[in-house]
C-alpha cells in the first residue's frame, strides 16, 4: 500500500534548534533515502519552499483570484513529503518515525494512505 508521509514544519522551531541539530536534521535526510531505497519502498521524495513564496488561487464567478502565501494562517506549514510503498499502516508509521524530522519539538510526520493515483499501479 503506498502512504505519504508529510513532514510539518514550525519556522519558530527551526530557528530555536542549535545550528549543529539543524545539521544533523538536514543532514539526516540522506540515511533515511539510503534505507527506504534499499529496503525497495521508497517511490519518491519532495522538498517543497517556503510558503512566502507560495500563491493561492480560487475561482470565483468564473474568475480566478489569486491570493500571496498559505491559504490557512498556522504556525506549522507543509514542508516536504516521502511517498512510500510498504506492507501496512503499522510499517508507514515505523518509516515517519525514522525521519530526522519526527524528533524535533514543533514538527510532525502525518501518515496518510493514498487512495488513487493518476496513471499508476495502485
Same mark, same amino acid.
Given at each position: 500500500?503506498? #502512504? @505519504?508521509?508529510?513532514?510539518?514544519?514550525?519556522? *519558530?522551531?527551526?530557528? *530555536?534548534?542549535?545550528?549543529?541539530?539543524?545539521?544533523? +536534521? =538536514?543532514?539526516?535526510?540522506?540515511?533515511?533515502?539510503? $534505507?527506504?531505497?534499499?529496503? !525497495?519502498? =521508497?517511490? !519518491? $521524495?519532495? *522538498?517543497? &519552499?517556503?510558503?512566502?513564496?507560495?500563491? +493561492?488561487?480560487?475561482?470565483?464567478? !468564473? +474568475?480566478?483570484?489569486? $491570493?500571496?502565501?498559505? #491559504? @490557512?494562517?498556522?504556525?506549522?506549514?507543509?514542508?516536504? #513529503? #516521502? @511517498?512510500?510503498?510498504?506492507?501496512?499502516?503499522?510499517? *508507514?508509521?515505523?518509516?515517519? &518515525? @525514522?525521519?530526522?524530522?519526527?524528533?524535533?519539538?514543533?514538527?510532525?510526520?502525518?501518515?496518510? &494512505? +493514498? =487512495?488513487?493515483?493518476?496513471?499508476?499501479?495502485?
Amino acid at each position: 500500500m503506498k #502512504y @505519504l508521509l508529510i513532514m510539518h514544519m514550525n519556522p *519558530a522551531a527551526w530557528d *530555536a534548534l542549535p545550528e549543529e541539530k539543524r545539521t544533523e +536534521v =538536514m543532514n539526516g535526510h540522506d540515511g533515511f533515502i539510503k $534505507t527506504i531505497t534499499e529496503s !525497495g519502498e =521508497m517511490i !519518491g $521524495t519532495q *522538498a517543497l &519552499a517556503d510558503p512566502a513564496n507560495s500563491a +493561492v488561487v480560487r475561482v470565483r464567478g !468564473g +474568475v480566478p483570484v489569486v $491570493t500571496d502565501g498559505p #491559504y @490557512l494562517e498556522a504556525k506549522e506549514f507543509l514542508a516536504g #513529503y #516521502y @511517498l512510500v510503498d510498504c506492507e501496512s499502516r503499522e510499517r *508507514a508509521i515505523e518509516l515517519a &518515525a @525514522l525521519i530526522p524530522d519526527a524528533s524535533v519539538e514543533g514538527f510532525g510526520i502525518e501518515v496518510r &494512505a +493514498v =487512495m488513487f493515483s493518476a496513471g499508476f499501479e495502485m
